[in-house]
């Protein structure tokens, strides 16, 4: 029996150009215990109604979870998720490994790749290149493009600047070389106040960044887990926010509801400002996903652009 080609992803960026809506994406990651795994099936099988455009998978610091990145891909589409975007780093890997890598997920019919340095590997402070490997997005980016010319690629970015970044001008600099070494859509970091996000698509534009520019947002869980994010990501924790979690205490269920509220109410400011999609940082969780569905069921109801 001849065995069959793979499914071939359809571009993201093909998606964002012809949105009559913005789209929805989830960011899944790879888990480290079997209790872990457990915890990504539910969320796997509970989000699956909730119809999102596409979905991510992390490559885990230091390129520690590649194997079970592709793993979780795979998954995914036998649940009917798609297209499905793995992400892949420089870290760990000379540039004919990622050659290799970049043939493998094309051979498997992925054709969205989000596109990153990624973080130093565990134990260990800096970034170092790889022996024969990239320093950096832009150079994995013009790598991917090299070798595949149709693949979809993503880059991210961040609202409140690089915390290695010496100022908002080298950010933005690095940012448009990654633009124009192939990215099709840039994804953001997390931000917990909207400004961040428009004044930074605006200073985008005055730089000559004319692709789609998707806001990422992860709902507060609890004050250590939005603290510890916000310190390694250089976001700003609103006092606001710190203090409703503050308040909960030890009552975590308490603290997961002022969160997801919180993210609520930025879905919702955003929404009405028609941004090209929603990318949501949902921890492997169903609960994180509600807020999308309740700003939606907000706006629906009243036709208001703000929930207080």
């Given at each position: 029996?001849?065995?069959?080609?793979?499914?071939?992803?359809?571009?993201?960026?093909?998606?964002?150009?012809?949105?009559?809506?913005?789209?929805?994406?989830?960011?899944?990651?790879?888990?480290k215990s079997e209790k872990g795994m457990n915890?990504?099936?539910?969320?796997?099988?509970?989000?699956?109604?909730?119809?999102?455009?596409?979905?991510?998978?992390?490559?885990?610091?230091?390129?520690?979870?590649?194997?079970?990145?592709?793993?979780?891909?795979?998954?995914?589409?036998?649940?009917?998720?798609?297209?499905?975007?793995?992400?892949?780093?420089?870290?760990?890997?000379?540039?004919?490994?990622?050659?290799?890598?970049?043939?493998?997920?094309?051979?498997?019919?992925?054709?969205?790749?989000?596109?990153?340095?990624?973080?130093?590997?565990?134990?260990?402070?800096?970034?170092?290149?790889?022996?024969?490997?990239?320093?950096?997005?832009?150079?994995?980016?013009?790598?991917?493009?090299?070798?595949?010319?149709?693949?979809?690629?993503?880059?991210?970015?961040?609202?409140?600047?690089?915390?290695?970044?010496?100022?908002?001008?080298?950010?933005?600099?690095?940012?448009?070389?990654?633009?124009?070494?192939?990215?099709?859509?840039i994804t953001t970091q997390l931000f917990l106040?909207?400004?961040?996000?428009?004044?930074?698509?605006?200073?985008?534009?005055?730089?000559?960044?004319?692709?789609?520019?998707?806001?990422?947002?992860?709902?507060?869980?609890?004050?250590?887990?939005?603290?510890?994010?916000?310190?390694?990501?250089?976001?700003?924790?609103?006092?606001?926010?710190?203090?409703?979690?503050?308040?909960?205490?030890?009552?975590?269920?308490?603290?997961?509801?002022?969160?997801?509220?919180?993210?609520?109410?930025?879905?919702?400011?955003?929404?009405?400002?028609?941004?090209?999609?929603?990318?949501?940082?949902?921890?492997?969780?169903?609960?994180?996903?509600?807020?999308?569905?309740?700003?939606?069921?907000?706006?629906?109801?009243?036709?208001?652009?703000?929930?207080?």
């Amino acid at each position: 029996m001849k065995n069959e080609s793979p499914a071939v992803d359809p571009s993201i960026s093909d998606l964002l150009h012809k949105r009559t809506r913005p789209l929805l994406s989830y960011e899944f990651f790879p888990p480290k215990s079997e209790k872990g795994m457990n915890a990504l099936q539910e969320a796997i099988e509970g989000l699956l109604n909730s119809s999102p455009d596409f979905v991510t998978v992390t490559y885990g610091a230091g390129g520690s979870t590649r194997n079970l990145t592709f793993e979780i891909a795979a998954l995914l589409r036998r649940f009917r998720y798609g297209p499905v975007m793995p992400h892949l780093t420089c870290v760990g890997n000379s540039a004919e490994e990622l050659n290799a890598i970049a043939d493998q997920i094309h051979a498997e019919g992925y054709r969205n790749i989000m596109t990153l340095r990624g973080d130093p590997p565990k134990g260990q402070e800096n970034f170092e290149t790889a022996a024969g490997g990239l320093d950096c997005a832009r150079d994995l980016a013009k790598l991917l493009k090299a070798r595949h010319s149709d693949f979809c690629l993503g880059v991210a970015a961040y609202p409140e600047g690089h915390p290695e970044s010496r100022g908002a001008s080298e950010d933005m600099d690095y940012l448009k070389s990654k633009v124009d070494a192939g990215a099709s859509f840039i994804t953001t970091q997390l931000f917990l106040e909207n400004h961040h996000y428009y004044r930074f698509v605006e200073r985008c534009e005055k730089a000559g960044i004319e692709i789609p520019i998707l806001p990422g947002i992860m709902p507060a869980l609890s004050l250590a887990q939005i603290k510890r994010i916000t310190a390694m990501c250089g976001a700003t924790l609103p006092n606001p926010l710190a203090e409703k979690l503050v308040s909960a205490g030890d009552d975590a269920e308490a603290a997961m509801n002022s969160g997801i509220l919180w993210c609520t109410e930025q879905i919702i400011d955003l929404l009405k400002h028609d941004v090209p999609g929603i990318h949501l940082y949902i921890l492997n969780q169903i609960r994180p996903a509600m807020a999308y569905q309740l700003a939606q069921t907000f706006i629906e109801m009243t036709g208001k652009g703000d929930a207080s």
